[in-house]
């Protein structure tokens, strides 16, 4: 069975400064890896989405990476901003089990002024 | 812009009640899932569909029925609403082909009082 970690679980930092997020999974079998963004109370924002033959993909200040024999994604965000606050959720579509994604947990960043 | 799109964001709801959640895709999907989502838990699938009138199970199927008689609409239906049912429900869509990502809609907050 597919699991996915996120870690860390919270992060607060200052602005400005550049930060990675973790995402680690099980299984190998996948299609892709994707990043969302969720603010308070709303629906899931898609970042960046990895096909599982890509090293990494680049949206803005934002950088995924993905080695799929590892089983790790990282999430890199350059120049942090206050806006960025919100969880950073990544999930899986997996080969298996109907191509249904698998999250994991989040990691709820803030970003202090 | 591609929307999924949940027809209402705050929902309050009786015990005993029968409670329809509606999801509307304009992006001829075939795919189309329901998620719930609760702190700590994190997101949970409930049910999901491949195709018109088809369903599967997903991990928290039971006190959930789901409904797609059109390709661009797949409702979650609540036959009984309890308490335990609280939650922000989450309803997102994909192509089929394994290398596409997932759309999410804005969610539902519903509570069962």
């Known amino acids: 069975k597919q699991e996915v970690t996120q870690i860390p679980a919270a992060l607060s930092v200052p602005e400005g400064e550049n930060l990675v997020l973790n995402c680690s999974f099980t299984d190998s079998a996948i299609y892709n890896l994707q990043w969302f963004r969720q603010d308070p109370g709303k629906g899931l924002t898609s970042l960046l989405l990895i096909q599982s033959s890509q090293r990494e993909q680049t949206s803005g200040r934002l950088n995924a990476s993905l080695d799929k024999s590892s089983g790790r994604s990282t999430l890199y965000i350059a120049a942090s901003q206050p806006g960025d606050s919100a969880t950073y959720l990544c999930a899986v579509r997996a080969i298996q089990g109907a191509q249904k994604l698998v999250f994991g947990q989040g990691t709820r960043l803030t970003i202090n002024p | 812009d591609v929307k999924v799109t949940q027809s209402s964001r705050y929902l309050v709801k009786r015990t005993g009640e029968k409670v329809f959640l509606e999801c509307v895709q304009d992006?001829?999907?075939?795919?189309m899932f329901w998620y719930r989502q609760d702190p700590g838990l994190g997101l949970r699938l409930i049910y999901f569909?491949?195709?018109?009138?088809?369903?599967e199970k997903g991990d928290i199927p039971e006190g959930y029925s789901v409904s797609r008689e059109k390709k661009e609409r797949f409702s979650l239906i609540l036959e009984s609403a309890s308490t335990n049912q609280t939650s922000m429900y989450l309803c997102?869509?994909?192509?089929?082909?394994?290398?596409?990502?997932?759309?999410f809609g804005s969610g539902t907050r519903l509570t069962v009082v």
């Open positions: 569909s491949y195709d018109v009138k088809m369903k």
């Open positions: 992006m001829d999907h075939e795919n």
């Open positions: 997102a869509s994909s192509l089929i082909q394994g290398k596409y990502g997932y759309t």
